[in-house]
């Protein structure tokens, strides 16, 4: 069992950074793939990023390559989503979520895990 907390949400202006992160319990974390999804209103939850047990292995949308990079310290059981260059299109909640194989997918129905979410704004 898993339980993931986001934080690191916030209102910005267009061009800005912000820096997700999700703290997760337990002491298997390094033996999770973890993922970014997130889901703006009236829209369906869509992947971000997606990142393997050690961190040596990312995956990312083409919306955001480039942008946003996600890693992990599996010492501190969290894993982190920089988001730079920031556009209004890029606002929802954005979830972090967890699977136990070492493979990531882009479908969120194969992750086990999900936090509550955090929410991201970003005004132009």
């Known amino acids: 069992q898993v339980q993931l907390v986001e934080s690191g949400g916030g209102l910005v202006q267009a061009g800005d950074s912000l820096r997700l992160s999700c703290a997760a319990s337990g002491r298997t974390f390094s033996s999770y793939t973890m993922a970014w999804f997130r889901q703006a209103p009236g829209k369906e939850r869509e992947f971000v990023a997606h990142i393997s047990w050690s961190g040596d292995s990312t995956y990312y949308a083409d919306s955001v390559k480039g942008r946003f990079t996600i890693s992990r310290d599996n010492a501190k059981n969290t894993v982190y989503l920089q988001m730079n260059s920031l556009k209004p299109e890029d606002t929802a909640v954005y979830y972090c979520?967890?699977?136990?194989?070492?493979?990531?997918?882009?479908?969120?129905?194969?992750?086990?895990?999900w936090g509550q979410g955090t929410q991201v704004t970003v005004s132009s």
């Open positions: 979520t967890a699977r136990r194989p070492n493979v990531g997918t882009t479908r969120a129905g194969s992750y086990d895990y």
